[in-house]
């Protein structure tokens, strides 16, 4: 699917970041915002990026200096995005809708299911030492392209 180039753009790597982000506001913060987020990006094998979803599969994780692929990748920025990740399945997708309303609806239905958890990402996140975290790039701020 080819993404239409006059809607508003953001980069994997941003949109990763603020699903972390929200993901660390929303937990019980026992470990370090850097720990958190450097974990989380280090757990993924496998990334599939379409313009409206992103799919991650994990595993062992990135040998040391190895890199992502598709984190410059672009996906949609209008809309709203939704994490829902089931760790004992080792996967997680960030997917688009076109509006809050939809995306609660999504996510009323993957709560339904009661085997992951599902929040939509906050944009509005700032990072606590937005500098380049090994294997991620500079946090801050998202950049949104149109």
Known sequence: MVMDPTLPRISVRDLMMQAFLTGWELSDKTVSQDEYLQSSIQVIEMLQVEPENLYAEEGLGLPDGEEVDH????????????????????????????????????????????????????????????????????????????
Do not use: C, H, T
Request: aromatic letters at 14%.
């Open 71 to 146: 984190l410059d990748d672009w996906l949609r920025a209008d809309g709203q995005w939704l994490y829902y990740g089931v760790e004992k399945e080792n996967f997680f997708l960030i997917q688009w809708k076109p509006d809050e309303a939809a995306a609660k609806a999504k996510l009323a239905q993957l709560e339904e299911l009661g085997d992951g958890k599902q929040y939509l990402v906050d944009f509005s996140l700032k990072r606590e030492n937005p500098s380049s975290a090994e294997n991620f790039g500079n946090s801050n701020p998202v950049q949104l392209r149109s």
